[in-house]
């Protein structure tokens, strides 16, 4: 019998710097978290568990930008998935290529070098105890550690050269990216897990401004994802109709907290010369966050999660205003100053 090249013998459910390990064994039920776009998405076995989830990860998301937070239910705690994966004999006759626990799945995910090995895998791994249903068998040829790459930045400006990214909607192959953040001139996309495409589609959207369509830009890709990031250089044409005033920008996306902490909103104008930025601040519950004159929003201590909106308007007309939205959620014990 061959010797195996990484022992995992061990029932362990995971190191104690392994994060989800960690959080599943204080949260009944976690089975993991990822993003969609800018929704975080809870997976848990017992879905009455969301707040506790919510205060074992405030520290994590501290300062990320969070639009709403969705639970899925899961069939499989993170702590039996680790527990699966690490019974995987990886041995050097068993051409297996790469084992994980895999959230958004919710499955112990083995790769194994060709489809000839995928039955007789199979077949040990559910004789060691990993259950069927627990298992997603794959064909990956070699293992890929890049990622994280950008597929394209697009730089938005006015036709005067004025840096005008912040509220424009950036649409990716009939996808909206969400972005919303007001920064002033890139606009910074991945393109997914689609690593075959080599070009895509890219439309911008600003309120009194042409749309444009950018229907063939490249994206350099190989086998294991995005090589390099783009530069989309674009410069946005006013329209004949344009007001004064065109908008008033805080952010789409929302923001999360879990327990007291500060953080600096802005609100970006987009008007003709000579007409003042200045703006008066507003909470719509100051039980979740209360935001002074400077934009300097301060989060509430909570024992359950609660959502308000954070108001900038416009001091020169207060018919023009903006907002996004901020949960609030109970932190850790001791966190945050909780």
């Known amino acids: 019998m061959a010797a195996p090249l990484v022992a995992q013998d061990t029932l362990v459910a995971g190191q104690p710097d392994d994060r989800f390990a960690a959080i599943a064994q204080t949260v009944p039920g976690f089975a993991g978290l990822y993003w969609e776009g800018t929704t975080l998405v809870l997976m848990l076995v017992d879905t009455t568990q969301r707040d506790a989830a919510v205060a074992a990860i405030a520290e994590d998301m501290r300062g990320r930008y969070i639009r709403r937070v969705l639970v899925r239910k899961a069939d499989f705690d993170f702590i039996q998935l680790r527990r699966w994966k690490l019974l995987v004999p990886i041995f050097a006759d068993s051409q297996i290529t790469a084992v994980d626990a895999d959230e958004l799945r919710n499955r112990v995910v083995v790769s194994v070098a060709d489809s000839v090995y995928l039955a007789p895998t199979r077949k040990r791994l559910v004789a060691l105890g990993i259950p069927l249903r627990a298992l997603v068998l794959e064909v990956m040829r070699g293992v890929c550690a890049r990622g994280g790459v950008a597929a394209v930045a697009v730089h938005i400006r006015t036709e005067d050269g004025v840096p005008a990214a912040a509220g424009a909607r950036v649409i990716l192959d009939g996808r909206d990216t969400a972005w919303s953040s007001p920064v002033s001139d890139a606009v ?125 308007t416009l001091v020169a007309d207060t018919t023009i205003r903006d907002s996004l939205v901020m949960g609030a959620g109970p932190s850790s014990p001791g966190v945050a100053g909780c």
């Open 188 to 312: 910074v996309i991945h393109v997914g897990d689609d690593y075959a495409k080599r070009h895509v589609t890219v439309r911008i959207d600003k309120p009194w401004y042409h749309t444009i369509v950018l229907p063939d830009v490249p994206v350099e890709v190989d086998r294991c994802g995005v090589v390099a990031t783009t530069p989309v250089p674009v410069q946005l044409t006013l329209r004949q109709d344009a007001p004064a005033i065109r908008s008033l920008y805080v952010g789409r996306r929302g923001l999360f907290a879990g327990g007291r902490s500060n953080s600096q909103l802005r609100a970006v104008l987009d008007a003709v010369p000579g007409i003042s930025d200045s703006v008066i601040w507003s909470s719509s519950d100051t039980t979740v966050a209360v935001v002074d004159a400077r934009g300097i929003m301060t989060t509430r201590c909570r024992k359950t999660y609660r959502e308000a909106f954070m108001r900038a």
